[in-house]
């Protein structure tokens, strides 16, 4: 009974992690193009993201990694034969690349607080595709195990992953140079009526 204790919460934390690791990029994308505003909103905006950043990661998103991982040992100390599984090591690398990604993030935040990031937006955005790319993987493997097959079917999943994951920049691109063909009108628009 107890193994299913503990799977139920490591999929709970799954959850709360990955939500506090989406969301806590988006702030960040938010936080680098506060820069493009004039002061004193530019000051007041990225105290305010600041704030709700620390706020995520501390509260939400490193406790969901926590609870992910001592659930997971939980179910390990209840099932040690599982260690012996070849799935697990493989999905275990992916695991270690995520907690990377986890203290990176922190070590992004604390920069940007010290106003010592230059990462664009853009950057940013780009950035949180990894955790999608590493969270379809390991899941995958956590489901299939051994069985994992290489077949059309998974190849087709993953291209629409990347699809989906492509289009979502492309669009974001393009709302982004409408807005600057906006701006650009206005202060055409803005000359014009000047003269
Ligand atoms: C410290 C790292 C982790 C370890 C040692 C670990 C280990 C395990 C173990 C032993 C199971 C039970 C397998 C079974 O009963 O069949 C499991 C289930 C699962 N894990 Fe993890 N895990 C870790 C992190 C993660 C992460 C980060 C994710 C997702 C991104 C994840 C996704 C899952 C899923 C979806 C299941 C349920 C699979 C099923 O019941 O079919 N795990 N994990």
Redesign the pocket.
């Known amino acids: 009974m107890a193994?299913y204790w503990y799977?139920a919460f490591?999929?709970i934390g799954?959850v709360v992690?990955?939500a506090g690791l989406f969301y806590l990029v988006r702030l960040f994308v938010y936080h680098a193009e506060a820069n493009q505003q004039e002061e004193p909103a530019q000051s007041i905006l990225k105290k305010q993201y600041e704030i709700m950043e620390k706020r995520l990661y501390n509260i939400i998103t490193t406790p969901g990694m926590i609870v992910?991982?001592a659930m997971?040992?939980g179910?390990?100390s209840t099932?040690p034969e599982?260690m012996k599984s070849g799935w697990?090591h493989i999905?275990?690398t992916f695991?270690v690349l995520?907690l990377g990604y986890h203290f990176y993030c922190g070590y992004i935040m604390k920069q940007l607080e010290k106003d010592e990031c230059n990462w664009s937006g853009q950057q940013f955005r780009l950035l949180n595709e990894a955790p999608t790319l590493?969270?379809v993987v390991?899941?995958l493997l956590?489901?299939f195990?051994n069985n994992l097959p290489l077949d059309l079917t998974t190849w087709l999943v993953v291209a629409l992953v990347i699809v989906m994951l492509a289009s979502i920049q492309l669009y974001a691109k393009k709302r982004r140079k409408d807005k600057e063909r906006m701006l650009q009108i206005n202060e055409e628009a803005q000359v014009t009526s000047g003269n």
């Open positions: 193994y799977k490591h999929l799954i992690w990955f992910t991982v997971a040992i179910l390990i099932e599982i697990l999905k275990l695991v995520l590493l969270l390991i899941v956590a489901v195990k």
